[in-house]
């Protein structure tokens, strides 16, 4: 049974920092290209940051010199370093596995999601 379970995220004031982390479970994980998403009520779910094994990495443009996304392969661990905080990130954080096998397909798991919010 394949698990992503995210942790870290709450409340924080403007301009602070938060670090959320996701552990796997169930898939190997060095195998899987690992984001991480964030999603408003009433809202799509968008991209914030993806990393792929050979630490390869995207993120969001308003996300771009304030958050960074790593891996520890060997935890099965992805995180997301959420510095410069500002009101309009709060969102529920959602990871992600990704990867589209020759054999067996696409696989894509998400985790439950942690809530951040940036509030005064």
């Known amino acids: 049974q394949v698990q992503l379970v995210e942790s870290g995220g709450g409340l924080v004031q403007p301009g602070g920092s938060l670090r959320l982390s996701c552990v796997a479970s169930?898939?190997?994980?060095?195998?899987?290209?690992m984001a991480w998403y964030r999603q408003v009520p009433g809202s799509q779910r968008d991209l914030v940051a993806s990393?792929?094994?050979?630490?390869?990495?995207q993120y969001a443009d308003s996300v771009r010199g304030r958050f960074t996304i790593s891996r520890d392969n060997a935890e099965e661990t992805v995180y997301l370093q959420m510095n410069s905080l500002k009101p309009e990130d709060t969102a529920i954080y959602y990871c992600?596995?990704?990867?589209?096998?020759?054999?067996?397909?696409?696989?894509?798991?998400w985790g439950q999601g942690t809530q951040v919010t940036v509030s005064s």
């Open positions: 992600n596995a990704h990867q589209v096998f020759p054999t067996w397909g696409d696989r894509d798991y």
């Open positions: 169930g898939i190997t994980f060095s195998w899987y290209v």
């Open positions: 990393l792929t094994s050979d630490t390869y990495a």
